[in-house]
Every structure is written in structure tokens, then in C-alpha cells.
């Protein structure tokens, strides 16, 4: 019988994996950051610049200010912060906290595991097979809770709030895709496309109607 995780277990057996005495960090203003695969690394912060974990490497939190963020397959990690950048997430990657962006999209293949909250402002989010502990936020981005997804908290779309909201120029596509879950509800505070296979399991839904479809992919606007 499969073993459902709560989000508070799934975020505290992530906790635990991340080791406590992690090497030393590294900082800088200008200037992308490298690891080496398998290394074993402390928090990764830049100003100005990438931040690249390679494969089955060890750190805590990433996090750069202008530039993009590049988690390889197998690694582990604190959290993924950027301002003004994408994250990409590879295939069974742990991160024990949550991403967020600003000023860019997330993907997260398949096998990979996010303890805490998925959040953009004006960037896409695509999760593959992914487990979610905790929400998943935007206020102008599509969402695509993808095959065989989990997100154990809900959804929510939200109205434009100060300066980096901006102005909203089209309609969110949310989709919930076959076998996906999620266990909270989902909130849109303003008006979004949302499709719902017909294999899903979602919360209550408020502020939308979903569109029920039974192909792989969804339907296109």
C-alpha cells in the first residue's frame, strides 16, 4: 500500500536529508557560481549572476538576485530564490524549503520533491511527477500541475498588487493535468483559463469553472 505523506512529514524528512554541517558558503556580488557534481556545499548566494548545482551535489540555500538558477538530477537543497530569473529543476531533485521568483518561470521534472511553497509573480511554473509540500502561487503566470503531480496544499491566483505585478495583460492558463492532485483549494482572484482532466483530484474551486478534458494535453485557448 503507497504511503501518503502530510506536508509537514514530507518538509521535516527534507530537513533531515539536507546535511546540518554543510560546507563552507560561497558569496559574491558579480559573477555566476559552479558546482562540482557530488560536492557538498553551504548557501550560494550572487547578486549579479547564475547559480548552477550540478548533479547529485549537496547545498543549502541558492539564491542570486539577476541571473537564473540550474538545480542538477539527484542534488539537494535548502531553498531557490531569484528576483529576475528562471529556476530549473531536474529530474529527482530535494529541495527541504520553497522556490520563488519574481521576474521568471519554474520547472521541476519528474521524481523531484519541493517541501514548502512554489511562488512566481510574472513567470510560468510546470511540475512533472512532482511532489509539492506546501501552495503554489502566481499572479501572472500559467500553471501546469503536470502528470502524476501531488501538491498537498491548494492554488491561488492572485489580483495584481503594487509595482511588480504590473499590469495583467492576458488570462492565466492553469492546468491540472492527468493523475494530478491537489489537496488544498484553489483561489483565482481574477479571471483564468482553467482545465481539468477528468483523472485529477482537486479542492474547492473558487473564481473559475473548469474546462474537463480527457487527452493528454490540454485543450489550447
Do not use: W
Not at 62 to 91: K, P, Q, W, Y
Not at 104 to 120: A, H, L, N, P, R
Request: glycine residues 16%; charged residues 20%; negative net charge.
Amino acid at each position: 500500500m503507497t504511503r501518503i505523506l502530510t506536508p509537514l512529514a514530507v518538509a521535516l524528512a527534507l530537513a533531515c536529508a539536507t546535511p546540518a554541517l554543510a560546507a563552507e558558503d560561497i558569496s559574491k556580488v558579480n559573477g555566476s557560481i559552479e558546482t562540482s557534481a557530488g560536492g557538498s556545499y553551504g548557501d550560494l548566494e550572487t547578486v549579479n549572476g547564475a547559480v548552477r548545482v550540478a548533479e547529485r551535489a549537496q547545498a543549502g540555500d541558492a539564491s542570486t538576485v539577476n541571473g537564473g538558477i540550474t538545480v542538477g538530477d539527484g542534488a539537494r537543497v535548502g531553498s531557490v530564490e531569484t528576483v529576475n530569473g528562471s529556476i530549473r529543476l531536474g529530474r529527482d531533485v530535494q529541495v527541504a524549503g520553497g522556490i520563488e521568483t519574481v521576474n521568471g518561470s519554474v520547472f521541476v521534472d519528474q521524481g523531484s520533491t519541493i517541501g514548502k511553497d512554489v511562488e512566481t509573480v510574472n513567470g510560468a511554473i510546470g511540475l512533472v511527477r512532482t511532489q509539492v509540500g506546501g501552495d503554489i502561487e502566481t499572479v501572472n503566470g500559467n500553471i501546469t500541475v503536470g502528470i502524476g503531480s501531488h501538491v498537498h496544499g491548494g492554488i491561488t491566483v492572485s489580483r495584481s498588487h503594487g509595482i511588480f505585478g504590473g499590469k495583467p495583460k492576458r488570462k492565466p492558463r492553469v492546468v491540472i493535468g492527468p493523475d494530478a492532485v491537489v489537496d488544498g483549494p484553489l483561489l483565482f482572484e481574477r479571471e483564468v483559463d482553467l482545465y481539468l482532466h477528468r483523472s485529477a483530484r482537486i479542492g474547492q474551486v473558487t473564481g473559475a469553472d473548469p474546462v474537463i478534458f480527457d487527452t493528454d494535453t490540454a485543450p489550447q485557448d
